[in-house]
């Protein structure tokens, strides 16, 4: 990944921690936020197996001609200032790519990336998490020349995170928020980031609608997968979120 990133996502964590205040009484003990959002993702980066190397870029375009949209949930549950942070969001990627080597293949990718973190409100607008996200990753690279073929392969982690959320009211039901994370630290990948910034309508007490822009990396490498070979996954999958929170 670009290393300008990891500062400006660190920064914008410390931010969040340095502003803590005493978390306000609330009317209840208990906070249950649900969302349910569309994705239109593009991947950008290098995926590998099996020593063969795939950089490519996907539009927003490609995508939806040869993919499906993904689906995203997200689920907070807190009591008083603790809480549990969570989600999780699956989407499906296709692409034609040559190497270097003037190997022509189609190259099919399945992903599934999860969030669980311990979190604490720092006030109501503001709360920061540690916790791990979780990498389901299946890839199929079909060869058409030189040499026809097919290379599967799949893999799994987890990586540790730590991170922080923001939420300002813009007045009259509107506001806008952001969240960030950074993790991995050599446990399994390399380095994993995550940052999102959204613009949302209170449409009542109850639920609101939100439009997120949400960008999520991970470097990542390893000797062996289900399918054997080595799986090498330096990606930034990124794009418009749109859906709806529900609150309890």
């Not at 996502?9 to 205040?21: C, E, K, M, R, W």
């Not at 197996?49 to 040869?66: H, I, Q, Y």
């Not at 003037?102 to 604490?120: C, D, H, I, P």
Request: aromatic content about 12%; hydrophobic content about 40%.
């Amino acid at each position: 990944m670009n290393p300008r990133v990891r500062p400006v996502i660190g920064a914008a964590i410390a931010v969040l921690a340095s502003s803590a205040l005493p978390v306000a009484a609330q009317d209840s003990e208990w906070q249950i936020d649900l969302g349910a959002a569309a994705q239109f993702t593009t991947l950008s980066g290098d995926i590998g197996f099996s020593n063969v190397d795939n950089p490519r870029t996907l539009s927003l375009g490609d995508l939806l001609s040869s993919a499906s949209p993904g689906l995203a949930i997200d689920l907070n549950v807190w009591y008083r200032e603790w809480g549990l942070v969570s989600d999780i969001f699956a989407v499906e990627f296709e692409g034609k790519a040559a190497t270097d080597q003037n190997a022509v293949f189609t190259t099919q990718a399945e992903e599934s990336v999860g969030r669980l973190a311990v979190g604490r409100k720092l006030n109501e607008q503001a709360y920061v998490y540690a916790g791990a996200r979780f990498w389901s990753t299946s890839l199929a690279f079909r060869l058409t020349e030189p040499n026809p073929g097919t290379l599967d392969g799949s893999d799994s982690w987890v990586d540790p995170i730590i991170g922080g959320s923001v939420k300002t009211p813009l007045g009259e039901g509107w506001f806008a928020g952001f969240d960030a994370d950074i993790g991995g630290f050599g446990v399994a990948s390399d380095f994993t980031w995550h940052a999102m910034g959204n613009f949302g309508y209170e449409v009542s007490p109850g639920w609101s609608v939100l439009l997120s822009y949400k960008a999520t990396g991970v470097n990542y490498s390893t000797d062996s997968s289900e399918g054997g070979g080595t799986v090498d996954y330096d990606t930034i999958r990124h794009g418009a979120h749109f859906g709806a929170v529900f609150h309890f």
